[in-house]
């Protein structure tokens, strides 16, 4: 099958023949449609995330939509045929997602949204887990909360803006200029990030601060954040700590 490899960080993938991979117990093979590209991966491939323990050469690409192609043993929930999706790979020894195929952990897959296409499909998993994570497991977000997320505008933020109103609460969003609309399309009350806090506390919150503050950019705005959320109940996130 074809994959774009990377034999070297800092370097960029070369799109070359490798040999298809088999499904184990618990694996399903896919075959890939559409992979998600995200700021993570550009950071493995120039060899700044350590944490990814990547091994090279090695396939890059964590988020993947496709067709399941077989299932090996013990796997249930899955049949050749069916639209899958989900975060498989592209860290430490597990091939990434910028292939024609990848036998992926079961585990780590889910049926492919029926309102969406496979390329559409494939943007999803990492931006969404991520930002479940920190608005649900973390700050355990709910109904009548207020939430600021910094860079409503990103992947990740445009997520966070969608789960937290799915969980009933008043979202506010800073962005740059050219992102306050699609801020507000998400339903989200769009803040110039370039506003300053005590302006936009004053605004929105009359000065008490904001519930929950999820911060998706890092450095300084993850400094700025401390200053926005409610004194002794307000809690701060971040995806970039």
């Known amino acids: 099958m074809r994959a774009a490899v990377l034999e070297r960080f800092g370097e960029s993938p070369t799109v070359t023949e490798i040999e298809s991979p088999v499904p184990d117990t618990g694996q399903v093979l896919v075959r890939i449609v559409a992979s998600g590209v995200n700021p993570l991966d550009t950071k493995i491939r120039a060899g700044e995330a350590g944490h990814a323990r990547l091994r090279l050469p090695a396939v890059l690409g964590m988020d993947l939509a496709g067709v399941v192609e077989e299932v090996g043993a013990d796997v249930t929930g899955f049949a050749p045929g069916d639209p899958v999706y989900g975060l498989t790979g592209g860290v430490g020894e597990l091939q990434g997602s910028l292939a024609e195929y990848a036998a992926v952990d079961a585990r780590l897959l889910g049926p492919a949204p029926a309102?969406?296409?496979?390329?559409?499909?494939?943007?999803?998993?990492?931006?969404?887990?991520?930002?479940?994570?920190?608005?649900?497991?973390?700050?355990?977000?709910?109904?009548?909360?207020?939430?600021?997320?910094?860079?409503?505008?990103?992947g990740v933020g445009q997520m966070a803006v969608q789960i937290a109103r799915a969980h009933g609460a008043h979202v506010f969003a800073t962005g740059s200029a050219r992102s306050l609309d699609t801020i507000a399309r998400l339903g989200a009350t769009p803040i110039d990030y370039t506003t300053a806090v005590e302006d936009y506390l004053a605004e929105h919150t009359g000065g008490e601060g904001f519930d929950v503050v999820f911060d998706t950019v890092g450095g300084a705005v993850l400094d700025a954040s401390f200053a926005a959320p409610r004194t002794y109940t307000g809690h701060v996130v971040s995806a970039l700590g």
């Open 115 to 154: 309102f969406l296409d496979l390329r559409e499909a494939a943007a999803l998993p990492l931006a969404v887990i991520t930002a479940w994570e920190a608005l649900v497991d973390r700050a355990q977000v709910r109904f009548g909360q207020t939430v600021l997320v910094h860079g409503g505008g990103g």
